[in-house]
């Protein structure tokens, strides 16, 4: 059984040789969305996103799937068909989701965007805090550290007044 995990281990190491062109399909600003995005689902920072921490994070949201279903959506997202995904599997699962349905994308993920934001927004002023973020994501299950604090904060605030703001179109 080590032995398993000591390949999976070393996949991250062969994939993350992969070209990464994918992040050339993205702006500068979704690139960051969806590094952070990432992030969250590799809750252990390993830099690959298993089903169980894809399933996590889907019932933390509300979504119920069950593991070999996760399974089934990882392996397909992933480039050698495993079940384990890395940040340009990632990008590339969500370009294809965008492509398949363009015209829903925008509209529900501005809707989505929405809804999540006045989740994190406590005191619903319009601005997410630091320590209103930090305590959404302990809400949600998510441990997430002062650094992960930091770059998220760092990522999002567009105007540098050290809060997040949504400004919905």
């Excluded at 032995?3 to 960051?32: H, N, V």
């Excluded at 979504?63 to 990008?91: P, V």
């Amino acid at each position: 059984m080590s032995q398993g995990k000591e390949d999976k281990m070393a996949l991250p190491f062969i994939k993350r040789r992969r070209s990464s062109s994918i992040k050339k399909e993205f702006t500068e600003k979704e690139l960051e969305g969806l590094k952070t995005a990432f992030d969250l689902l590799d809750r252990n920072q390993d830099g690959c996103v298993t089903p169980g921490e894809f399933k996590i994070m889907l019932n933390n949201l509300g979504i119920e799937i069950k593991l070999n279903t996760a399974e089934e959506i990882i392996r397909s997202a992933s480039h050698t068909g495993n079940e384990l995904i890395d940040e340009n599997d990632f990008l590339t699962f969500i370009k294809q989701i965008q492509q398949a349905i363009p015209d829903l994308v925008d509209e529900d993920l501005t809707r989505d965007l929405t809804a999540a934001f006045k989740v994190f927004d406590l005191d619903g002023d319009g601005y997410i805090t630091r320590d209103e973020l930090k305590v959404a994501m302990e809400m949600i299950g998510e441990d997430i550290t002062e650094d992960q604090l930091t770059q998220v904060i760092l990522m999002a605030d567009t105007d540098r007044d050290g809060r997040i703001n949504y400004e919905g179109k």
